[in-house]
C-alpha cells in the first residue's frame, strides 16, 4: 500500500528557479494538504484542498501556488524560489475535512516529505 | 491564536521503563487532537487520534488522554523499547483565520537505550 506518495525526495535549487513538487495519494482521501517542516518552527500549513477542485489559503502561503489536479494528485509550485523556502515539505491527506468539523475522526496521513535546498 | 507545546524537548530513558509525553494547547475550542511520530528523514505515522468529546483512546503500549478545558493531553508509552526512539509530535485540529487545519507542537525527542 503506498499511501502517499511525494516526489522527488531530495531537490537542489538556485534562487529564481521554479518548482513543483508532486503529491498523490491511493486512499480516494477528499482532502489533501502541504506542509513545510523547519528547524524550531514544527510543522505548518501552506495550503490545503478539501476537496477536489477547490484549494484554500493555510498559514504560511506566501511564495506558493498550488493545482488539485484530480482527486489523486495535489502539486506544490515554487514560482520563483527564495533561499527562506528552504525546508521539508510534506503532502497529507484525510478522508474529509468536512467529516473533522462534523465531529468524525479523519486522522491525515502524510508522505515521507521533498528535502528542498535553494542555494 | 492557537499555540501547542510539548515537553520536553528531548527525553532520555531506559528500555523498559513508562514514561509520560506532555502536550498543552492555549484554544480549547478544538475539533481532535492527534498524536505523531517521526522517524529520521521520514514522515509522520498517526499514532492515536482523540476526538474533543473523549478522554483517551488507546493502541497497544500506548495511551492517550485529553483534558480540553485544561488544555493538556498526555502520552503514555508502557515498557519502552529502542525501537520506539523517534520524535513525538502532538497536533491539534480547530479553526484558526478562517482556515480549518492542524497546529502542530515543536515535537519531543524520545531516545529509549538497551
Known amino acids: 500500500n503506498a499511501g502517499v506518495t511525494q516526489t522527488p525526495k531530495f531537490q537542489v535549487l538556485k534562487t529564481g528557479q521554479s518548482m513543483t513538487l508532486q503529491c498523490a495519494q491511493d486512499m480516494n482521501h477528499n482532502s489533501m494538504y502541504w506542509y513545510r517542516q523547519d528547524p524550531g518552527m514544527g510543522l505548518r500549513l501552506i495550503y490545503y484542498?478539501?476537496?477536489?477542485?477547490?484549494?484554500d489559503k493555510g498559514e504560511v502561503p506566501n511564495g506558493y501556488n498550488v493545482s488539485r489536479l484530480n482527486k489523486r494528485e495535489f502539486s506544490l509550485r515554487l514560482e520563483s524560489a527564495a533561499p527562506s523556502q528552504t525546508s521539508v515539505y510534506f503532502c497529507a491527506s484525510s478522508e474529509a475535512l468536512m467529516l473533522t468539523l462534523l465531529g468524525s475522526a479523519q486522522p491525515q496521513h502524510f508522505g515521507d516529505g521533498t528535502r528542498l535546498s535553494i542555494l | 491564536k492557537q499555540e501547542v507545546t510539548q515537553i520536553p524537548a528531548a527525553l532520555s530513558v531506559p528500555e523498559g521503563e513508562n514514561l509520560v509525553l506532555n502536550c498543552s494547547f492555549t484554544d480549547s475550542a478544538i475539533y481532535n487532537l492527534q498524536w505523531f511520530r517521526q522517524d529520521p528523514g521520514k514522515g509522520l505515522t498517526s499514532l492515536l487520534l482523540?476526538?474533543?468529546?473523549?478522554r483517551e483512546q488507546t493502541s497497544g503500549r500506548l495511551n492517550a488522554s485529553l483534558d480540553k478545558s485544561s488544555g493538556r493531553s498526555t502520552l503514555y508509552i508502557a515498557a519502552s523499547q529502542p525501537g520506539d526512539s523517534a520524535t513525538y509530535l502532538c497536533?491539534?485540529?480547530?479553526?484558526?483565520?478562517?482556515?480549518?487545519?492542524?497546529?502542530f507542537g515543536k515535537g519531543t525527542k524520545l531516545t529509549v537505550n538497551p
Open positions: 482523540i476526538q474533543s468529546s473523549q
Open positions: 484542498s478539501a476537496s477536489e477542485g477547490t484549494t
Open positions: 497536533a491539534v485540529f480547530n479553526t484558526q483565520g478562517g482556515s480549518e487545519k492542524l497546529v
